[in-house]
């Protein structure tokens, strides 16, 4: 059994896509850098409110963007403050970073410029690292 339910969400609450120039769909390809935010508080005792944003990094990018999305889950059981974290990492992470990741890439494939696919990530292997360095 899981320990959070989505109980509202994924939705978004914020975007700013902007298209810096006309070329920005020629042939020219920058690597693009992605930086991820993931945040979260309790909004009572059984309830957490959680947000998870993306944004393009880098300035040679062919546009700017930025995404934030909000959900809401439910503690299934109580759940410690160490483990509410692993469960956040584990189980709200993936389902909002899936619905984020088809978001950007509608996007971006709408707009003339080129796609961009977020990298899957594996929440797993991050959680496994934070852990191991917090040692």
């Keep these: ?9 994924p939705r978004l609450t914020d975007v700013e896509f902007h298209v810096k120039d006309e070329d ?6 920058h690597a693009i850098e992605i930086g991820y935010r993931l945040d979260h508080r309790l909004a009572d005792e059984n309830t957490v409110d959680f947000l998870f944003g993306v944004e393009v990094k880098n300035e040679k990018a062919p546009f700017i963007l ?3 999305m909000q959900a809401l889950f439910r503690m299934n059981k109580k759940i410690k403050p160490e483990s509410l974290e692993k469960a956040i990492q584990l189980e709200a992470a993936p389902l909002v970073h899936a619905v984020i990741r088809d978001f950007v890439a509608d996007l971006t494939r709408r ?3 080129p796609l961009l696919l977020l990298p899957t990530l594996n929440f797993d292997v991050m959680e496994k690292v ?3 360095s917090k040692r």
């Design 1 to 9: 059994m899981t320990s959070l339910s989505l109980t509202r969400g």
């Design 24 to 29: 920005a769909s020629t042939e020219k390809q």
């Design 66 to 68: 930025h995404v934030k």
């Design 111 to 113: 707009s003339e410029v």
């Design 130 to 132: 934070q852990t191991a």
